[in-house]
């Protein structure tokens, strides 16, 4: 996989229904390496994307955000030695 994935939007916004399936797009054509499938592939391309999009709103909507100043709160390991 590509190490350079970076975060869709902050935690604090809402991800729309469109932003979450170009979400599942993306990962699907990086998985299967398909910008575009091939006709006899387009069917399972697609549950693909749609099953994707289903578990990531799924989990968008059970996660619970970040508590406030967690990262502060947490020791330094440098800090520790």
């Known amino acids: ?4 994935i970076k975060p869709l ?9 469109e932003e ?6 993306q ?7 398909f910008r575009k ?3 006899r592939n387009e ?5 693909a994307v749609e099953e994707i999009a289903t578990a990531t ?6 996660v619970s955000p970040p508590a ?4 502060k709160a947490q020791p330094s390991a440098r800090g520790l030695a």
């Open 1 to 4: 996989m590509c190490r350079s």
């Open 68 to 71: 406030r100043g967690a990262e």
């Open 43 to 47: 069917a399972a391309f697609n549950r």
């Open 57 to 62: 709103a799924r989990l968008l909507r059970e």
């Open 37 to 39: 499938p091939a006709p």
């Open 9 to 17: 939007r902050k935690y604090s916004e809402i991800a729309t229904d």
């Open 27 to 33: 990962f699907v054509r990086k998985v299967s390496a």
């Open 20 to 25: 979450i399936r170009a979400a599942a797009l």
